[in-house]
Each structure stands twice: as structure tokens, then as C-alpha cells.
């Protein structure tokens, strides 16, 4: 198995901008989280689907931040409008038990 | 306020020396996992413990769940350059249908060849 994919490993876009970032769970997993890590922070869980809907989006920052995941085999996080204070690494991992999380390599952001 | 408090927030040491790190909460919880995160990459499972007082071995790495459940400890010996990394606690919160990890900020470690 291939493991948790994420599309882009690196983006860098201005203020303003639309930013998407794209995420190939495991197949099989039936759940899916979107993290973001920062120094100051740490890591922390944006939203999380369970069977392609929606669970929890309550650590989604605000409305400029929005995910989706149309079926088992791909997800989104859309910024708009992007701001510098988003920079960070976005991770998704996928499960499909409490002991099986597995994180993708990441998406590093930055917006100047 | 941290759920998960770990301990030392960086650690540096030379190649062969032992050291613990430690992962502390006032709540209780069910299990708790560690995982290690390299550099430019996700974090990777190592291991979970779910009995208070239960010890599991990885090599050299040993991880321990407190009696009370409430903290846990990873002690590694005779470190080695690839041990290098983020070592994260994180424990589990049920929601509907799933879980989901809450994790500390982690432990970041650097051993010198």
C-alpha cells in the first residue's frame, strides 16, 4: 500500500489566494482527520470525517477553511482567502480502528 | 490549557546515552500512544498502551502507561543518531462513529553522532 497521500508537499501562494490541498487516504480506512501543525501549536485537529461525512469540524479555525470528501478515496481543505497566519504543515491521516492512524508526509504551507 | 503535557520540550545528547521523556495529564484515559515524527514527514505509530502500569518494549525504546493512567514515560537506551525526531503522546476521544487523537507538543530529540 502506497500509505496516506498528500498533494502538494509544498505551496506557497500570496495573501489572498485561494489554496487547496488534497489528501488519498488508505484504502479501506473508513475514517479521515486533517491536522495543522506549527511550532506554537502543535498538532491540531481541524475536522474529521468518518464513512465520506462529516464528524466534528469544530477545530476548523473559520469559515475561510472548508473540507471535503466527495468519496472513500479523496478528501479537501480549501483556504479562502489565504492569510500569512495560516502558514503551517497541514496532515491527513487516515484509520480504520482506534490503534490504526496513519499520517501522510504533509503539506507545507506558507502565504506571504 | 494543554491536555497533554510533555517533557523535556527538547532533549540533546550524545550517541549511546540513555534518557526518558514523559507525557503527563490530570484526566484518566482508556490508552495512550506514542509516535514519532522525523523531519519533514508524518508521525508514525510506535507503540499504545491501554493497562495502567503496563510496559511495553520496542528495541530500545521502552514506553510505560502509569498505574493511574493518568501519564506514561519512553525511555530510550544507548541512543542512537536515528532516533533523531518529534516523539508525541496523543490519546483518544470517542465521537460518533469514530475517534479521534488529541496529541501533546511533543518532545524533540537530537542525538549527536
Known amino acids: 500500500d502506497a500509505g496516506v497521500i498528500q498533494s502538494p508537499r509544498h505551496e506557497v501562494t500570496e495573501m489572498g489566494q485561494e489554496v487547496t490541498l488534497r489528501c488519498k487516504p488508505i484504502?479501506?480506512?473508513?475514517?479521515l482527520f486533517w491536522y495543522r501543525q506549527t511550532m506554537m501549536r502543535g498538532l491540531e485537529l481541524l475536522i474529521y470525517f468518518n464513512n465520506n461525512v462529516p464528524i466534528d469540524d469544530s477545530g476548523m479555525p473559520e469559515d475561510r477553511f472548508s473540507a471535503k470528501m466527495p468519496n472513500a478515496s479523496f478528501s479537501t481543505l480549501k483556504i479562502q482567502p489565504s492569510e500569512p497566519r495560516d502558514s503551517a504543515v497541514y496532515f491527513c491521516?487516515?484509520?480504520?480502528?482506534?490503534?490504526?492512524?496513519?499520517f501522510g508526509s504533509g503539506t507545507r504551507l506558507t502565504v506571504v | 490549557t494543554q491536555l497533554l503535557e510533555q517533557s523535556p520540550q527538547f532533549l540533546s545528547i550524545q550517541e549511546g546515552e540513555n534518557l526518558t521523556v514523559y507525557c503527563n495529564s490530570s484526566?484518566?484515559?482508556?490508552?495512550l500512544q506514542w509516535y514519532r515524527q522525523e523531519p519533514g514527514e508524518g508521525p508514525v505509530l510506535l507503540v499504545t498502551v491501554v493497562t495502567g502500569g503496563e510496559v511495553k518494549k520496542l528495541k530500545r525504546l521502552t514506553f510505560q502507561f502509569g498505574d493511574a493512567r493518568k501519564d506514561s514515560s519512553l525511555h530510550i537506551t544507548a541512543a542512537q543518531p536515528g532516533d533523531t525526531g518529534l516523539y508525541l503522546c496523543?490519546?483518544?476521544?470517542?465521537?460518533?462513529?469514530?475517534?479521534?487523537?488529541?496529541f501533546g507538543k511533543g518532545t524533540k530529540l537530537s542525538v549527536i553522532p
Open positions: 484526566s484518566v484515559f482508556s490508552s
Open positions: 484504502s479501506g480506512h473508513n475514517s
Open positions: 491521516a487516515s484509520s480504520s480502528t482506534l490503534y490504526g492512524y496513519t
Open positions: 496523543a490519546v483518544a476521544y470517542s465521537g460518533a462513529g469514530s475517534y479521534q487523537l488529541t
